[in-house]
């Protein structure tokens, strides 16, 4: 017989040994049957799969580490991030404002050419 020897937690171990205690085994006995199972299985006997989302994320992080590699910017820090969002937004919004500017000029132009036609037809 051999002794196997596991460092683990020891919040999870008493957790696990309660959990154990309540089916009437002791967690020596529970290590057995897992390693048991084990070898009858070919692997670990429960699925360790990682669920569609959670891949999806991770593929995405792995996405976006790529890109930010071929941009040069991989190696900003979180202040540099942040100041570069800062300075987007602040450039959006000068945009957004010279168009608000723009559109405001056309619908006031607009606006006058409607008065002086206005104003030509009571004339005549």
Do not use: H
Not at 90 to 102: A, D, G, H, P, T
């Amino acid at each position: 017989m051999a002794v196997l020897q596991v460092r683990l937690d020891e919040d999870l171990k008493n957790k696990a040994t309660a959990v154990y205690n309540e089916l009437g085994i002791d967690l020596s006995t529970a290590v057995r049957m897992f390693l048991k199972r084990s070898v009858l299985e070919g692997g670990i006997p429960f699925s360790t799969r990682i669920s569609e989302s959670t891949l999806d994320a991770i593929l995405a992080i792995e996405d976006m580490r790529d890109t930010s590699e071929k941009n040069g910017n991989s190696s900003m820090t979180l202040e540099e991030i942040n100041d570069e969002i800062k300075k987007s937004r602040l450039e959006r919004k000068k945009r957004n404002k010279k168009w608000s500017i723009m559109l405001w000029l056309i619908q006031t132009s607009s606006f006058l050419q409607c008065l002086s036609m206005i104003q030509f037809q009571a004339e005549y």
